[in-house]
């Protein structure tokens, strides 16, 4: 992944793992597997499980721990109330932004 990439993704990584929660509540892992399933596939597991405890401290998502049969628990996170408001904006940003710079590279103004 190159640096540019790794810039761009800082800014929108927490949109894009809420967007995967919406209506799918999911695991650390499985988040990082769908992530890579959809071709971020040099994203850190370490990246992941930050991001999740951000999100978590920040009250975008509910947190229930589910037995593992492999393990300990595990905390499977989906979408509340004020993550979906969270996810709204994001995705209003995003319009507002490649609508621009689809317009840049096109050449208008």
Not at 8 to 13: D, S
Not at 49 to 64: C, F, H, N, P, S
Not at 101 to 107: A, P
Request: aromatic share 8%.
């Amino acid at each position: 992944m190159g640096k540019q990439m790794t810039e761009m993704l800082k800014g929108t990584l927490e949109g894009i793992v809420l967007a995967l929660l919406t209506g799918n509540p999911a695991y650390g892992y499985e988040i990082t597997t769908l992530l890579r399933g959809l071709g971020f596939t040099e994203i850190a597991e370490g990246t992941v499980y930050a991001l999740l405890v951000r999100i978590e401290q920040k009250g975008l998502v509910d947190v229930e721990k589910r037995p593992s049969e492999k393990g300990p628990p595990r905390k499977v996170y989906s979408l509340n109330e004020q993550g979906e408001k969270e996810l709204d904006e994001f995705w209003n940003t995003w319009s507002f932004l490649s609508e621009r710079l689809e317009q840049l590279r096109k050449g208008g103004k």
